[in-house]
């Protein structure tokens, strides 16, 4: 192998070190100035150089590049190939970046839930109901003023705890049941 590819390919194996550094720590980690990291994601200088040093390596290896001026050529096409990946990179880090998500589900969101009791509850004790919540099933500890058998509809009236609901019979009340284990 020619050293120019030899060159190329440590060029693309630092932007894949860049890259792995910047999952595991974030922004280029204060190397350089904090505005830059504001401007130009770690993603982006990864992909930038990544690009650069594979695209110019598989040019080298294609021409067999053995001058200075098949070199230049190489870094030429490796330049041409890393500028429109840049921005893509750029583009998809930030749309990955700013993407919207769900609010975190609360204790107060699961008020008004229906459920099924999975676990009789006994007057004054507590039993388990299952709740669908944010598109998870959760299995809770429920208390009710009357008892409930198991496959009992309720509706969550009162969550004193993250882990513990007040229930009532609700017995019109649909609630999907998939499998026989809670």
Do not use: C, W
């Amino acid at each position: 192998m020619m050293t120019g590819t030899v060159v190329f390919l440590v060029i693309g194996a630092i932007g894949v070190v860049i890259l792995a550094l910047g999952l595991l720590g974030g922004q280029l980690g204060g190397i350089v100035s904090a505005e830059f990291d504001a401007t130009v994601s770690t993603e982006a200088v990864a992909g930038f150089i990544g690009v650069f040093g594979f695209g110019a390596a598989v040019t080298s290896v294609l021409i067999g590049a053995d001058s200075p001026g098949a070199l230049a050529v190489s870094g030429g096409v490796g330049l041409v190939a890393a500028l429109p990946a840049t921005f893509l990179i750029a583009r998809l880090a930030r749309a990955a970046r700013d993407m919207a998500t769900d609010d975190t589900p609360q204790r107060s969101d699961l008020i008004g839930t229906n459920g099924v009791v999975i676990s009789p509850i006994p007057a004054g004790g507590y039993g388990e109901v299952r709740v669908h919540l944010g598109g998870h099933r959760l299995k809770l500890n429920a208390r009710a003023d009357a008892p409930m058998a198991i496959g009992t509809p309720v509706l969550v009236i009162e969550a004193p705890s993250d882990t513990s609901v007040v229930v009532i019979d609700a017995p019109g009340a649909h609630f999907p049941v998939t499998g026989s284990h809670p």
